[in-house]
């Protein structure tokens, strides 16, 4: 994710599965509260039940999905209640407190994945190893890997993923001369991002008046970047941003595209680019599952079905969440074990069903909650198919502590810069001394 403050914005969004009904977006949507206060896990569950306590960001979408009542019926024994805070920027700097003073946690605790990097690193001695609980076969590799040390400790168990794709309108490509079919679409840039600033340049031949090819130079950055095995840190935990040669190539391409007029100048998840969504001001996106709820939240009815979405040049991963156990909870095992049924393929596809949270077990892809599924904005699109598709082939991305920060001041503080008349060298020397600033804080 971009950054926290990204977080809090998809908080605001009611995603949209036509045929679910619900939203795209796990941990990033107002789940109706709660202050983040943490009493710590007990046994004092009503009735003399054993209480198992879960402090969540946003919405998972467990108690819309009906899964709290269903766990439990299946242990009539156990009485689950949450604490949601509504969005993750107010909710990680407690959490880390908490973890930090091994005092105020519940019994299970949600982490974003741009968080999950920070916490593996500096707080897997307060988790409890969940590899004992879950099953690693039932998880994306990377996925997985996310949330393991070193040492081979797992920390979290994976909820959703955003398998990233590209959404575009099926009506502007065609005003402007492109296929309109999904699958053509997606060979016009297969295997490459530059084929895809390609056929900016081709849009922009004909484009209808007012529009640009790409929404925002934030939303190809991320898109770019979520395609790379290493982006702002090494394997070893360095800092390596400014020295990647892939990220300054995705900076630069964003640029030249931003440069050449084919993006919006607009900041993602702020009240102008919604706006540029409502008045149909760009021909296509970068587009993980839960973008196509943020898509139906601020069209205009008329957008309905003018949609679709073909696959990205490469496969890559944008959101997701983890449940996490810590040590020091009164019922560690039971809450150990809700977990893992929590976030077992049975229960993510019976997620997806009600609240479009994408899974992260393969298994599910093979439900027909996800195989089946469509959207309204999209029409006919196999969009659980071709998300799946993306999924499985995404790379085991090396994730830093710091993420976050980096990210947003390449895209806020950089290559936006360029759509406001600042050179492409300007912008990255502009977002190199705001991340740094920000790193050594």
């Known amino acids: ?72 019926k299946l242990h009539p024994d156990v009485d689950i209640q949450q604490t949601v805070v509504e969005r993750n920027e107010n909710y990680y700097p407690t959490l880390v407190n908490h973890l930090t003073t091994n005092s105020g946690l519940q019994d299970i605790q949600g982490v974003e994945v741009g968080n999950i990097a920070e916490i593996v690193k500096t707080q897997s001695a307060k988790l409890l190893d969940l590899s004992k609980y879950g099953k690693k076969g039932d998880y994306l590799e990377w996925k997985w890997q996310q949330a393991t040390t070193e040492d081979g400790q797992t920390v979290g168990l994976g909820t959703d993923v955003g398998p990233m794709a590209i959404c575009y309108r099926k009506d502007l490509f ?12 997606g060979k016009l840039w297969a295997g490459d991002w530059n084929k895809l600033v390609k056929v900016g340049e081709d849009y922009k031949k004909k484009a209808p008046e007012g529009t640009t090819f790409l929404d925002s130079p934030g939303g190809l950055l991320q898109a770019i970047l979520s395609s790379e095995k290493d982006r702002f840190y090494d394997s070893s935990g360095k800092v390596i941003y400014k020295s990647n040669p892939a990220v300054k190539a995705a900076f630069d391409l964003t640029a030249k595209a931003a440069e050449d007029g084919l993006i919006g100048n607009q900041t993602q998840f702020q009240p102008a680019w919604d706006t540029t969504i409502a008045n149909s001001k760009f021909a296509a996106m970068s587009c993980p599952p839960w973008m196509l709820g943020y898509i139906k939240g601020k069209s205009k009815p008329e957008a309905k079905g003018k949609w679709d979405v073909a696959a990205s040049p490469k496969s890559g991963n944008w959101g997701g969440s983890f449940l996490t156990v810590p040590k020091s909870g009164k019922n560690a095992e039971e809450a150990a074990k809700l977990a893992a049924w929590l976030t077992a393929p049975e229960q993510q596809a019976k997620l997806f ?13 093979e439900s027909d909650a996800v195989k089946s599924a469509k959207n309204e904005m999209t029409g006919d699109a196999p969009i659980g198919t071709i998300f799946a598709a993306a999924a499985k082939s995404s790379p085991v991305q090396t994730i830093g502590p710091k993420d976050q920060i980096i990210q947003q001041g390449l895209t806020d503080n950089g290559v ?6 600042k050179s492409p060298k300007e912008a990255w020397d502009t977002a190199v001394k705001t991340i740094d600033n920000n790193l050594d804080q």
């Open 1 to 72: 994710m971009r950054a926290r403050i990204r977080t809090a914005r998809k908080a605001m969004v009611v995603a949209a599965v036509a045929s679910l009904g619900a939203g795209l977006l796990a941990g990033c949507a107002d789940d109706g509260g709660g202050d983040g206060s943490s009493s710590g896990g007990g046994s004092g569950g009503s009735g003399g039940k054993t209480k198992i306590t879960l402090g969540l960001f946003g919405t998972f979408g467990f108690e819309e999905a009906g899964l709290y009542k269903e766990y439990e």
């Open 174 to 185: 065609e005003k402007a001369g492109l296929p309109t079919d999904r699958e053509e679409v």
């Open 353 to 365: 069903a009600v609240q479009g949270s994408f899974p992260s077990t393969p298994a599910a892809y």
């Open 416 to 421: 936006i810069l360029v759509t406001q008349g």
